[in-house]
C-alpha cells in the first residue's frame, strides 16, 4: 500500500524529468473513457505505443493520441493536464506509480484501484475510489457522490488505501466500505458511511443526515459535529478518549491535516449502531 | 590490563542465544506508562525459573511514542518463539491490559512476528474492534475503564541473552556503590536490559549442582564466605561480589553495555573485573573483557 506520509510531499509537485504528459487537445461535453491512463500500463511503453492506446469518445473507439498529446514514456509516473471534467476511469485498477491530475477531473477516478498514487490539484466527480482496495487518492478539492463506495449490485464498496478530500465529498461517501481510510476535510453529504462493514471515515467539517444508515461495523468520526441530528437506529454509549483516535489524528496531521492538539486530547460521544443491523457500528462525535 | 587502577581479567563472558521482543507501552500519564512497564518485566530474571527476562529499556518522550502520550519500552528475552508467545500473552495480558489507561505497540521492526493482540482480543467477547492503518492492525478491546488498544503482531528476533560481568570489591558497599554506577551508565545503551533487580546479581550461579534435582547452584568460586572452604576464583581483600547480567537485541548492543558498566564499575573500592565463564558449557557467544575495553 502507498504511504500517505510520502504522498504528503508530492502534494503540488513539480514535473519530473520522467514523466509522462498528457494534455487533452480540445474542451469537449462528450465523455472520455480513459482507462488506459494508468501506470501499469505506460510503464513499459514508450510514447508511440502510448498513444496507440485505446480509448472511448462517446461511443466511438479511438486513442489517446487522438485526444491527448503525449510527452514521454516508459515511465509509471504520469501528469495528465486540460479540462478534464469529462474525462473517466483514470486510473482505474492501477496498482503502481503516480499519477498527477492538474484540474477538475470525472469520474470514477481511482476505481478498483490497487496501490500507488493518484493526486488531484482540483475537484473529481462521482465515484473517486470507489473499490480501492490500495494505494493513496489525494484530492486537492472537493469529491462527488459515491466517494469509495460500492458499484450497484457489489457487496463491497472500499476494501483498503486511503483517500484525503480536502474540500467537501457529496452523498454516500464510504458506502459499504470494507477497509481502508476516508478523510474528509470539509463537509459530508447525506448517507455517508451508508451500509458500512468495516473501516475509518472522518470529517473534520460536518457529517451528513442520515450518516450510518444500515452500518455493521466501522467507525465514522465526525470532528466538526452533525448536520443533523443521527438516526435513531443509533444510541449513545459513552463519552471517552478513545486512544486510537490518538494514533489515527496524529498520523493524519503528520500528513498536513488540520488536526489540532484539542482534538487528539479530546472526548468523543460514542454511538453504537445501526441497532437494525449488526449494530457494531459507531459514530464519534467529537465534544469540542 | 588496568581501568583506574582496577585490574581487568583476562576472561571472557560468555553467553547464548536467545530471542528478544520490545514492547512500547504507553498511558495517561508517565506513573501509569512505568507501573505497567514495571509489573510486565517482574519476575522475568531469568530464564531458568521466570520462562523468560525482561526489563525496561527507557522512558519514551510522548512525542516519540505512537500515540503520542508518555512511553515506556520493555525488552523480553525467551530461549525461543513459542515461549516468547507464551510471556507475551501473560505480560501484556496480565500486566498491561490490567493497567490503567495504557495501550501496548510493536516496537520491533522484525520479518518474524507473533501475534499477540490478535490473540488477545478474545477478551473483548465479540465486541473488539480492529483498526488497520498502513499495514499496521490494532486490536480495541473494551474493558471497564474504557478501551485496551493493542497492536495484533509482535517483531522478534534473534537476540542475546547472558552478557555478563563482575564486580569484585574490597566490601559489600563499595561493591554495590560500583555495580549502581554501572547500571546507571548502561541505561542509556538502546537495545539493552539489565534482567534482575535494580539491574544487579548477588547470587550468580554455575550450571552444576550436587544435587541431582538442581541446574543450578550457587557460584561457589565466587562466594566470599566460601573461600578456603572451596575452589575459590576470589583474590585477597576481595569481600563483596555483584555481577551485572545484560541482555541485548544484538552482539554489539551488549558489547557497547559491557563496556560502559565496567569503565563505570572501576572505582576505588573496586579491586578486579571479571565474568561469568563456565568454560564454554553454557553458549556460543564469548565477550572477552579486555577486547571489549579496547586493551
Known sequence: MGCVSCAGPLRGSAIEANEVILRLRETRSIPIEADSICPDRFVSRSQAEIEALPALFGRRKTTLGELFTVEGGNSEHIVVEGDLR????????????????????????????????????????????AHLSGGVVWVHGNAGAMLGAAYAGETRGMRGGIIIIDGDAGTRAGERMRRGLIAVQGNLGEFAGARMIAGSLFVFGKLGARAGAGMRRGTIVALGGTEDSLLPVFQ?????????MRYYLQRLREWG???????????????????????????????? | MHINGVEIEDTFAEAFKMWGARLIITAINKRWALTAAQEATGCATSVIACGGEAGIEGAIPADETPDGRPGVSILVFTMGPKGMKDQLMRRVGQCIMTCPTTACFNGL???????????????????????????????RIPVMEGEFLVEESFGIKRAVGGGNFLILGESAQATLEAAERAVDAMQDVKGVVMPFPGGIVRSGSKTTSKYKFLRASTNTAYCPTLHRQTASNLPEGVNSVLEIVIDGLD?????????????????????????????????????????????
Not at chain 2, 256 to 277: D, F, H, K, L, Y
Open chain 2, 251 to 295: 552482539e554489539r548492543a551488549v558489547r557497547e553495555a559491557t563496556r560502559v558498566g565496567i569503565q563505570a564499575a572501576c572505582q576505588p573500592g573496586v579491586v578486579r573485573i571479571s565474568a561469568g565463564n563456565y568454560g564454554g558449557t553454557l553458549g556460543p557467544l564469548q565477550f572477552h573483557l579486555r577486547e571489549v575495553m579496547g586493551g
Open chain 1, 86 to 129: 469529462h474525462v473517466k476511469r483514470i486510473g482505474q485498477g492501477m496498482s503502481q506509480g503516480r499519477i498527477t491530475i492538474r484540474g477538475d477531473v470525472g469520474m470514477h477516478v481511482g476505481t478498483w484501484m490497487r496501490s500507488g498514487e493518484i493526486i488531484v490539484d482540483g475537484n473529481v466527480d462521482a465515484w473517486a475510489g
Open chain 2, 109 to 139: 521492526e522484525s520479518e518474524k512476528t507473533l501475534k499477540i493482540g490478535g490473540a488477545l482480543r478474545y477478551f473483548g467477547d465479540g465486541f473488539q474492534i480492529s483498526k488497520l492503518l498502513e499495514g499496521r492492525r490494532f486490536w
Open chain 1, 236 to 244: 449513545y454509549a459513552c463519552s471517552y478518549r478513545p486512544t486510537f
Open chain 1, 257 to 288: 491535516l488540520p488536526v489540532t492538539p484539542k482534538q487528539i486530547e479530546g472526548v468523543f460521544r460514542r454511538y453504537i449502531g445501526d441497532i437494525t443491523t449488526l449494530g457494531k457500528g459507531e459514530i464519534l462525535v467529537y465534544e469540542p
